[in-house]
């Protein structure tokens, strides 16, 4: 058995982030964000940009884009610090449009841990400005590599449950 660091370890990187699955083959991430790392302070600094194929309203990035990139900003704190985890609760403020196609900054950090449980926070600011657009909290809940694989074998019985 490979243990949470091996596993975060083998997760290939693009743009400067640890990649999901569903972006490993494009070789980077389909939200626009790319890694800046941890600073002195352990807070995990990215580029962004919300390009024109997560357009909500006319200009401006759909809800959904805004709420993924938090959720991927604040866990890839615990990635940083070579631990799997899994989100358990995200809260998302939604405080300005967020524009299209424009330069953004994320930052994210670990407020606190309790047992197995990160408390991350995190936001979302325009480049050119500084201007605060969006923040979120969320808990984050470690996990060992076989977590994946137990969840496939739990949802396999669920689908037997359903075809009898």
């Not at 995200?90 to 967020?98: D, W």
Request: include cysteine; proline fraction near 5%; hydrophobic fraction near 40%.
């Amino acid at each position: 058995m490979i243990t949470p660091r091996e596993h975060v370890e083998r997760t290939p990187i693009g743009d400067g982030v640890r990649l999901c699955a569903s972006c490993i083959p494009r070789g980077r991430c389909r939200l626009g964000i790319s890694g800046l790392g941890l600073d002195a302070e352990g807070v995990a600094r990215f580029r962004l940009v919300c390009d024109a194929g997560h357009e909500g309203g006319p200009g401006v990035a759909h809800g959904g884009w805004t709420a993924s990139v938090l959720d991927e900003m604040l866990g890839s704190v615990a990635l940083l610090h070579k631990r799997l985890t899994v989100t358990k609760s995200l809260t998302v403020e939604f405080l300005r449009p967020v524009p299209i196609d424009q330069p953004l900054l994320g930052r994210s950090w670990n407020d606190r841990i309790e047992g197995r449980h990160w408390h991350n926070v995190g936001e979302v600011t325009l480049a050119a400005t500084g201007a605060l657009l969006g923040r979120a909290t969320g808990v984050f809940s470690e996990r060992d590599p076989d977590h994946f694989q137990r969840h496939k074998d739990w949802l396999a019985t669920q689908i037997g449950k359903a075809a009898d």
